[in-house]
C-alpha cells in the first residue's frame, strides 16, 4: 500500500507523468517494431503495439500545449546568463533556451494543422519543428561534454591544488555532477539518433531507422534521463538539512 501511495503521489508530477508515458510509449515501439520484423506470427500484436505507442506520443503532444509558459518563465529567469561564469555555456544555455522557446508554437501549429483546426501545411511546420528539437539536442549534448571535461580538469588538477587534496564532500559533488553529465550526454545522443531520422530525406540517415531501432534509441534515452532524475533526487534529499 505504501508503494501504491508513492507511485500516486509521483504520477502527480507533469515530469514524471511525461517520462513514464514516454517510456511506454518507445517500449511499445520497439516491442513492435520487434514482433512485425522478426515474428510472423506475432505481426499483429506487433502492429497493436505500434498504435498505442503512436498514441501515447500523441498524448505528450497534446500535454505539452500547455509547456509554453513555463518554459518562457524559465528562458526570462535564466536571461542572458549574466550569473554564468563560464561564457561557453552561457551562450550555449541562451540559444538552447530561445530554440526550446521556439520549438513548443511550432509543434502547436503542426499539431492543429494535423488536427485541420489550422489551414496550413502540416509537413512543412513539423519539420520546422523537428529541427528546432535537433538543434537544442545538439547544444545539448555540447553543453554537457564541455562541463563534464571542465569539471574532469578541475577535478584532476584544480587551480594547482591536486585532487586528492580537494574536500571530501566538494570532490563527491564533483563526481557526481560529472556523473549526470555523462547521463545528459548520452540521452541526447540517443535522442539526436532519432531527430535526425525524422528530418526529411537526404539528410544524413533520415527515414532509414526501422521502427524498432527507433524505439531502442528512445528506450535507452528514457531509462538514461530517469536514472538521472533519480540521482538528482537522492543527491537533493542528501544535500538537505
Known amino acids: 500500500m505504501a508503494l501504491l501511495n508513492r507511485l500516486a503521489s509521483a504520477l ?10 514516454r517510456t511506454l510509449g518507445y517500449c511499445c515501439q520497439l516491442i513492435g517494431g520487434v514482433l512485425v520484423e522478426q515474428c510472423p506470427n506475432r505481426s ?3 502492429r497493436r503495439l505500434l498504435v498505442v505507442s503512436a498514441q501515447f506520443n500523441h498524448c ?4 505539452r500545449l500547455f509547456d509554453d509558459l513555463a518554459m518562457f518563465v524559465y528562458t526570462k529567469q535564466y536571461g542572458l546568463g549574466t550569473k554564468e561564469e563560464d561564457i561557453f555555456i552561457r551562450w550555449l544555455s541562451v540559444l538552447s533556451n530561445v530554440t526550446d522557446q521556439l520549438y513548443y508554437p511550432c509543434e502547436h501549429i503542426a499539431w492543429a494543422a494535423d488536427a485541420k483546426v ?5 509537413a512543412w511546420w513539423w519539420t520546422l519543428n523537428t529541427a528546432l528539437w535537433t538543434l537544442s539536442l545538439l547544444l545539448g549534448a555540447v553543453k554537457a561534454l564541455w562541463t563534464m571535461l ?3 580538469q578541475k577535478l584532476r588538477s584544480p587551480t594547482g591544488t591536486s585532487a586528492s587534496q580537494l574536500p571530501r564532500s566538494k570532490r563527491r559533488a564533483m563526481e557526481a555532477r ?3 553529465e555523462v547521463l545528459t550526454l548520452l540521452s541526447n545522443l540517443a535522442d539526436l539518433a532519432n531527430a535526425v531520422h525524422w528530418l526529411p530525406r537526404g539528410v544524413l540517415w533520415a527515414g532509414r531507422f526501422p521502427p524498432w531501432l527507433v524505439g531502442l534509441m528512445g528506450t535507452i534515452s528514457s531509462i538514461l534521463s530517469t536514472c538521472q532524475a533519480v540521482r538528482a533526487g537522492r543527491q537533493a534529499k542528501a544535500d538537505s538539512p
Not at 12 to 21: F, Q, T
Not at 60 to 63: D, E, K, P, Q, S
Open 44 to 46: 499483429e500484436v506487433g
Open 60 to 63: 505528450r503532444i497534446v500535454l
Open 178 to 180: 560529472i556523473c549526470s
Open 12 to 21: 502527480e508530477s507533469h515530469r514524471v507523468r511525461d517520462r513514464l508515458i
Open 118 to 122: 489550422l489551414q496550413v501545411d502540416c
Open 150 to 152: 571542465k569539471l574532469r
